[in-house]
């Protein structure tokens, strides 16, 4: 089980205040979509929740426990982005494994993990291939790969679909959307594109200017929006 409480979370780097009292719930297995325009605050939310990033007030809580002293390592919240860099002189299976090695599983438990996330990834017959002999979106779902075998208590992306054309973009976006149905590991995904967000999410945040606009199912944002800001930024015909 995870669920976790941001309690207003605010940031500011010198002058520029980029979080404004952000208060979110983030509910055991949904998938949460963080929108907003370019410069508002979404990858500094998402690094503040991963432990990269300290904010400057506020809690954070996992399962009611506050996590704010957690380093990364502790919190095990997988962070996937758009460049995430493969090792470019292993296997998929061996960038996959790597991790597993390090942590000193036994090879038993992580050869049936690499089976089963091979099977989820459709990455079966890549297995024994570089990075370099793979398309883009291959390669994305290797870094999928790897981090969900790390079994982390939730999935963070920030714009993985980013550097992707329009084809790999579907091919990858309905690769994340298998996984969730399967595995349903609470996610916050962050886009700055409103059909994906739209298209994906249980519930939606819309965010402007480090401030929370609302929060809702696509249907409430869509039907329902509390300002000008989500209406025109949805698209809800006047
Ligand atoms: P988004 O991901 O929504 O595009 P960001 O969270 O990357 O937005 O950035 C929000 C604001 O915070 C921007 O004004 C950006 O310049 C600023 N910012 C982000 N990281 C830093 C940093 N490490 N130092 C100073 N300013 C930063
Ligand atoms: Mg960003």
Known sequence: ???IQLENISKNFGENYVLNNINLEIKD??????????G?????LLRILAGLESSSSGSILLNNQNINDWDPRKRNFSLIFQNYALFPHMTVENNITFGMKMRGEHKSTFNEKVAHVAQLLQLQPLLKRKPKELSGGQRQRVAMARAIVRDPALFLMDEPL????AKLRVEVR???MKLHQTLKTSTVYVTHDQIEAMT???RIVVLDKGRLQQIGTPEQLYLCPENL?????I???A
């Open 162 to 165: 980013s550097n992707l054309d």
């Open 200 to 202: 994906m999410a249980d």
């Open 235 to 237: 698209g809800t015909p």
């Open 40 to 44: 508002c605050g979404k990858s500094t």
């Open 29 to 38: 297995g949904e998938f949460l979509v963080l929108v907003g325009p370019s």
């Open 229 to 233: 800001f989500v209406a025109t930024f």
């Open 174 to 176: 309905e690769g994340i």
């Open 1 to 3: 089980m995870s669920q």
